[in-house]
């Protein structure tokens, strides 16, 4: 998906603004995309899963957090799936973590930095 294209299904076409705030929010969009394409879910699936994460009760009103309900929205569909389980997902993260907090400023955030690899 182009940049073009992605302004098209964010809603942003002609506006000089980011269309993500964060490189993270990208990502998460496009793992979504391609894990669509590739078949493992619908798009209904896919919008009842995000539907139910936005309607939670802890949801910001301002829609604020909702590349983090977009994030949560794919760990619960995976995990529906059997793709990946909260558990490994949580481990993932973790190790991300602290890949990040070994890494120094300004390079590249790499798994294999986790310190609990070594």
């Known amino acids: 998906m182009n940049q073009h294209e992605v302004r ?5 076409e002609g506006l000089d603004a980011p269309v993500f705030a964060e490189p993270w929010q990208a990502e998460a969009f496009a793992m979504v995309v391609a894990l669509h394409e590739r ?14 994460e936005v309607k939670k009760p802890d949801a910001a009103a301002d829609g604020s957090d909702y590349y983090a309900r977009w994030l ?15 558990e490994e997902v949580d481990a993932v993260a973790a190790a ?13 955030i790499l798994l294999e930095n986790d310190p609990a690899k070594r």
Do not use: D, I, M, N
């Not at 949560?72 to 909260?86: I, N, S, V, W």
């Not at 991300?96 to 590249?108: C, L, S």
């Open 8 to 12: 098209l299904a964010v809603g942003t």
């Open 39 to 52: 078949g493992l879910f619908t798009w209904k699936e896919w919008a009842e899963r995000l539907s139910a």
């Open 72 to 86: 949560a929205a794919l760990e619960c569909l995976t995990a529906e799936k059997g793709f990946a389980g909260h």
């Open 96 to 108: 991300w973590e602290r890949a990040a907090h070994a890494t120094p400023h300004g390079q590249p």
